[in-house]
């Protein structure tokens, strides 16, 4: 076996890599970019509050940039450089822009999901308790329930009428609008809760959102309405939006926390916002995808995807057929469908992904969680995490070294700034992602997104000069894919 040659282009200084701040390595001009950015990241994220609204947002703008609906697509359009999309249900989306080289050679993919931990409305939500009216809830993905209680809460959503009518309810983000609350036991009365875990404190069935105390008046025979809160409350229901209780049943309300993303930190350095896992890269996907402004080489794909949060499943979900079926239908409205079956398994197995994911940061607050030399840290770049899954990799989708080196030679060359991370220590942390579903058909496949503090909570943690790279290093890919499969 041949010997490989030391490399003496490396100085000393070279082989040392440390993961810090890159602050200092920000000139004037990037600076100014980072703070457009990241303006432009928060007015989406105070608007994309639920996934059907990332989607509605991602699909308006894509069709300002002249993106076809690859369902009723314009032949004359399908040659190298059409842009296209197709969706499913408001809440799944796939963006492609065509590349010059055969779609066996692979595509060029960066997916991230827009659905986020909340807490969602009952099929039968509102009822009334001690002249109280109250909204009964289910949390969507893994949360603190702790977290949720005394803050001031949003209600978001889609109300499906009998007669097939759409109304969209958004109540809590308006200066002048009434906002909501889960209320909490006070400290005087809770010292039987305060014996209790953190877990244990609030219960499920407890997150309960307070919505109205006014009672109706009294019916026209002059008797006493039952239940007339509640009652009160879907008359004011029928008054704006048209809707009586029945109709909740075909409902998708959620609650989040109301008002709008904020800077954070005296230097502004920071960002606070609902729901950064996983929109801060789903937007940073998004921009990256409609700022490719070129033809590029091999088709650039970006999937926005629901339902990461409990699993991937569901229609709309990454574990799904809807990718699968996207391509099938590219394959067939570039190529014609005879040997469709085979150029799709070829362009599947020969494609490339950044499954674009948050990661979890280095907390001065919590260290002993951390893994030492390996949690990633605020400010020093993108997160690649080479590898998911949990106490000994379990559900781990696992990246190649090859794809690796591809990424950091792409990375270095365009000056993304970049770090490695894992999820805390190996026998506490683990988490997966949407990675695992892409990689089954054989492409190469690692996670790449931005790190966060507080993640899952009500108001999660980014830092600027991370998110800024998120989108750098999509944009990157998108244009410098490295090899082919």
């Known amino acids: ?62 069709g300002a940039a002249g993106y076809l609906d690859l369902d009723k697509p314009a032949a004359a359009a399908l040659q190298p450089g059409a842009r296209l999309f197709r969706g499913r249900g408001g809440k799944v989306m796939m963006l492609a822009v065509l590349g010059r080289r055969p779609l066996t050679e692979g595509l060029r993919i960066v997916g991230a999901h827009t659905d986020a931990p909340r807490l969602d409305a009952k099929p039968c939500p509102i009822y009334e308790d001690s002249a ?15 977290q949720w209680v005394t803050l001031p809460l949003a209600i978001h959503g889609t109300v499906i009428k009998e007669d097939g009518e759409a109304v969209s309810i958004c109540i809590g983000e308006a200066a002048d609008d009434p906002v909501f609350v889960i209320t909490d036991l006070l400290p005087h009365l809770g010292k039987e809760q305060a014996k209790k875990s953190l877990s244990e404190g609030i219960e499920g069935e407890n997150l309960n959102v307070l919505a109205a105390s006014v009672p109706a008046a009294a019916g026209a025979d002059g008797r006493d309405v039952k239940e007339p809160v509640k009652l009160n409350l879907l008359r004011l229901l029928r008054e704006r939006y048209g809707i ?48 490719v402004d070129e033809t590029p080489e091999h088709t650039c794909v970006l999937l926005l995807c629901d339902k990461e949060e409990i699993g991937s499943k569901g229609a709309t979900g990454m574990d799904s057929t809807f990718f699968e079926n996207s391509v099938a239908e590219l394959i067939a409205a570039t190529e014609g469908e005879a040997g469709a079956d085979l150029t799709l398994r070829r362009c599947l197995e020969h494609s490339r992904m950044l499954s ?90 690692v996670d790449c997104g931005v790190g966060l503090l507080s993640m899952h909570s009500p108001w999660e943690v980014a830092g600027k000069l991370d998110t800024y790279m998120a989108y750098k290093a999509y944009h990157t890919f998108f244009r410098n894919p490295g090899t082919t499969g």
């Open 356 to 445: 674009a994911d948050v990661s979890v940061l280095h907390d001065p607050n919590f260290p002993d969680v951390s893994s030492p030399n390996n949690m990633a840290m605020m400010n020093a770049g993108v997160v690649i995490g080479k590898y998911g899954g949990a106490r000994g990799k379990s559900g781990a989708s696992e990246a190649s070294a090859e794809f690796m080196a591809e990424l950091r030679r792409s990375f270095n060359s365009h000056a993304v700034i970049w770090q490695t991370g894992e999820l805390g220590k190996v026998d506490l942390g683990g988490g997966g992602t949407i990675a695992m579903f892409l990689a089954r058909y054989g492409m190469d496949v």
């Open 244 to 291: 009586c209780e029945q109709d909740l049943a075909s409902a998708e309300l959620e609650i989040v926390p109301a008002g709008p993303a904020r800077e954070l930190g005296f230097d502004r350095s920071m960002l606070l916002g609902y729901a950064q896992d996983d929109r801060v890269c789903a937007y940073a996907g998004l921009r990256a995808l409609l700022d």
């Open 132 to 146: 109280l009216a109250l909204v009964d809830t289910h949390y969507y993905g893994g949360i603190k329930k702790y």
């Open 1 to 62: 076996m041949a010997k490989k040659k030391s490399d003496p282009a490396h100085t000393d200084a070279e082989l040392l890599w440390k993961r810090e701040s890159a602050w200092p390595k920000i000139g004037t001009t990037e600076r100014r970019r980072i703070d457009t950015y990241c303006a432009e990241y928060l007015s989406f994220l105070s608007e994309a509050k639920t996934e059907r609204e990332a989607y509605d947002i991602a699909l308006n703008l894509a």
